[in-house]
Nanobody, 124 residues
Framework: QVQLVESGGGSAQPGGSLKLSCAAS????????MAWFRQSPGSERERVAS????????SYDDSAKGRFTISRDNAKNTMYLQMNSLKPEDTAMYYC?????????????????WGQGTQVTVSS
């Protein structure tokens, strides 16, 4: 069983930066998807960025390209999301997710481990 704990959320001004962390307890095999999702009130949970463990193959939603960077420190078993040039529309609860089996990292159904979420608020 894998447990995921997010941290690093908070408030930022437009144009500012935040770095989210996702600490995993338990072993995640290589070739598995890990991702950051976000959800704002009244909206569906959407994938922001994902990474394939062991391959460091990364992909981003169009809204995150050029502004966000996903990474993973294998030694610390921790995943990160560096968010720069933040916009008010980035305001949401951000969730860390991981899969126990190989699958399509773009699909929310692939993920069976979830963190509790960390709130990000961007406003002036």
């Amino acid at each position: 069983q894998v447990q995921l704990v997010e941290s690093g959320g908070g408030s930022a001004q437009p144009g500012g930066s935040l770095k989210l962390s996702c600490a995993a307890s338990g072993y995640i095999s290589n070739g598995r998807c890990m991702a950051w999702f976000r959800q704002s009130p009244g909206s569906e949970r959407e994938r922001v960025a994902s990474i394939v463990t062991g391959l460091s193959s990364m992909s981003y939603d169009d809204s995150a390209k050029g502004r966000f960077t996903i990474s993973r420190d294998n030694a610390k078993n921790t995943m990160y999301l560096q968010m720069n040039s933040l916009k008010p529309e980035d305001t949401a609860m951000y969730y860390c997710a991981a899969s126990s089996r190989a699958g399509n990292c773009f699909r929310i159904e692939t993920y069976d481990y979830w963190g509790q979420g960390t709130q990000v608020t961007v406003s002036s």
